[in-house]
């Protein structure tokens, strides 16, 4: 029965998985949202997607209430709570990254990357749980390095690669970061469960880190624009050349850019800003750039929460909706050790490439084998599932009951 539950849930995370990747990108493409800018910044995104979860998880929480569930089993206790808070916050990071890779890249070029922690899950199983670490591990290891690496085999033997199927820096931090943030939620998902109090359900967890995900991302929305504000981010004295050109003057229109041209002047290789310029247009060009990412940082943060172009938040809703059902996916597994499971969370990878050659993404053959290698590595690093059954983690509550 374990590993039909196992299986069921698998399945329903791969779909709501997959899913979110495709909505996350179709919200950041002018071609789904009515042909126009996007106009929604990744905070934005990230504040209306935890919205939609935490609404989703609300209803939920509701339902079992009416059918009788006693309230005190929706509270998890403060070691448990403590586990969901610093969820909530790497969440958030993570969240943002996920809706600005998007505007760059096609999903079947970086999700796969997003997953390199798993290599590592075996290792923090033994260290956290005793779990043991077997010969499938390792050679699961082994394919999904290789399977990683086999799209950037043209560029690495000095073959053609088109700029827009491999990762710039910015993506590659992006990666890193969102690779920390999702490994030490799997492991602190673990410790949620196994510390949290008896009867507790996935639902009050789900409801408990959205709160905390709404706190941190409308706290960073109120206070980092305010920061940038002070640094006067939108409003540079100097700009290089080759970032002015292509960061603001690639991202508007003519009529932006011959008003952008009157305050900047070229000297050298950078642009500088002509002083003595009036409160008034200062705010105007500050809008200019506000609307550009010319800073990386701070335009993450930009815009209001009611947005001009209301398509890009309908799909992040329902990418909201996706995000809740595998998060109780999450939760509900995640009684059993993180390394066991996680792996087949990740088995859409191998279908993601297709799935973009059907959007007219420019999908190459090193990308589709890529993902179907590391897929099956990360398969084979749990294919002894016959010999090894799956045992829950021990509970703080019931050893101590």
Not at 15 to 39: C, D, H, S, T
Not at 71 to 85: D, E, Q, V
Not at 206 to 220: L, P, T
Request: glycine share 8%; charged share 15%.
């Amino acid at each position: 029965m374990e590993w039909v539950i196992l299986i069921t849930w698998l399945l329903i995370i791969n779909g709501a998985l997959g899913g979110q990747y495709i909505m996350n990108w179709m919200g950041n493409q002018e071609r789904f949202v009515g042909n126009k800018p996007v106009g929604v910044s990744p905070g934005v995104m990230t504040w209306w997607r935890e919205l939609s979860k935490f609404s989703w998880a609300f209803i939920a929480v509701i339902i079992e209430l009416a059918k009788g569930k006693k309230a005190k089993y929706f509270w998890p206790g403060i070691i448990s709570l403590s586990t969901i808070i610093i969820c909530g916050f790497t969440g958030v990071i993570e969240n943002i990254g996920f809706f600005y890779l998007p505007r760059y890249y096609s999903p079947h070029i970086y999700a796969p990357y997003v997953n390199v922690y798993l290599v590592f899950l075996p290792f923090f199983g033994k260290f956290l749980f005793n779990a043991p670490i077997r010969k499938e591990h390792w050679i699961g290891i082994s394919l999904v390095v290789l399977g990683l690496a086999t799209p950037y085999f043209p560029r690495f033997f000095g073959g053609y690669t088109d700029p827009k199927a491999i990762l710039d820096f910015s993506g590659v931090i992006w990666i890193i970061i969102i690779n920390g943030c999702l490994c030490s939620q799997q492991i602190l998902n673990n410790k949620t469960v196994q510390t949290c109090k008896p009867n507790v359900g996935p639902n009050a967890l789900v409801v408990w880190r959205e709160i905390w995900k709404m706190i941190f991302i409308s706290s960073s929305l109120l206070i980092i624009p305010l920061i940038g504000n002070a640094m006067r981010v939108n409003v540079p004295a100097q700009l290089p050349k080759d970032r002015f050109e292509k960061r603001v003057l690639g991202e508007i229109n003519q009529q932006k850019k011959d008003f952008i041209l009157n305050y900047y002047e070229l000297s050298g290789n950078d642009y500088i800003l002509k002083k003595d310029i009036p409160a008034e247009t200062e705010q105007q060009i500050k809008a200019v750039f506000a609307s550009t990412d010319n800073d990386r940082f701070f335009s993450l943060f930009e815009g209001n929460i009611i947005p001009n172009n209301w398509w890009p938040i309908l799909f992040v809703v329902a990418a909201g909706l996706t995000g809740y059902i595998y998060s109780f996916g999450f939760f509900k597994l995640s009684k059993f050790a993180a390394h066991f499971w996680v792996p087949y969370t990740n088995v859409y990878l191998a279908l993601m490439p297709f799935i973009m050659m059907l959007f007219g993404q420019n999908v190459t053959f090193y990308q589709i084998i890529g993902a179907v290698i590391t897929t099956a590595g990360l398969m084979v690093g749990v294919s002894d599932y016959s010999r090894n059954k799956v045992v829950a983690i021990s509970s703080t509550y019931k050893e101590k009951s």
